[in-house]
Antibody, heavy 117, light 110 residues
């Protein structure tokens, strides 16, 4: 069955960096767009970025532009989110999800990122 | 402030029908199909409706979606205790070139 497992979250100081990873299984990874979505404590869902098949196209929400970079490795069925210059407001549960060019249809359990000094 | 507007909460008794609205604009709901998700605390969100009214296999037909102009709705009929969760609408916004979500609606089963 479809599985998405995020990793790489943790505690980081303001201005620091983290790279989140998402391991996908149970489907033909290379055929799907992939997205990252987050949920800050007590807040709603916020889409951050998608990457197309073969990584030819990417898109970012305003909070991610210029600081976050999405990438993928189709040989290893992995999608990444490189996050730089992190701020307190980036504290959230970060979800990896399948889709983005059309409906986002499967989600992982999330990895928690806390930005604090 | 979310681009898509949902009521923060709604409630119903078992067996009732509750409807959740999602209001947008011509650049999002007015131009693109809507997806709906169910989100239980501590779990991964689950796709309930895609293409505005289509249910993935495994989603009960108690859940139904509809759209009208720049608004969408999710109806839950035959409300059950296990339906108590947060529900989110989402769609692509052509002006923002981004996926946008509603703020979420908490459904309480009384």
């Amino acid at each position: 069955q479809v599985q998405l497992v995020e990793s790489g979250g943790g505690l980081v100081k303001p201005g620091g960096s983290l790279r989140l990873s998402c391991a996908a299984s149970g489907f033909r990874f290379s055929d799907f767009y992939m997205s990252w979505i987050r949920q800050a404590p007590g807040k709603g869902l916020e889409w951050l970025s998608y990457i197309s098949t073969r990584g030819t196209n990417t898109a970012y929400a305003d909070p991610a532009k210029g600081r976050f970079t999405i990438s993928r490795d189709d040989r290893s069925n992995l999608v990444y989110l490189q996050m730089d210059n992190l701020r307190a407001e980036d504290t959230a549960l970060y979800y990896c999800a399948r889709g983005g060019g059309s409906a986002i249809d499967r989600w992982g359990q999330g990895t928690m990122v806390t930005v604090s000094s | 402030q979310s681009v898509l507007t949902q009521p923060p909460s709604t409630s119903g008794t078992p067996g009732q029908t509750v409807t959740i609205s999602c209001s947008g604009s011509s650049s999002n709901i007015g131009s693109n199909t809507v997806t709906w998700y169910q989100h239980l605390l501590g779990a991964a969100p689950i796709l309930l409706i895609f293409g505005s009214y289509n249910r993935p296999s495994g989603v009960p037909d108690r859940f139904s979606g509809s759209t009208s102009g720049t608004s969408a709705s999710l109806a839950i009929s035959g409300l059950r205790s296990e339906d108590e969760a947060d529900y989110y609408c989402a769609t692509w916004d052509n002006s923002l070139s981004a996926w946008v979500f509603g703020g979420g609606t908490k459904v309480t089963v009384l």
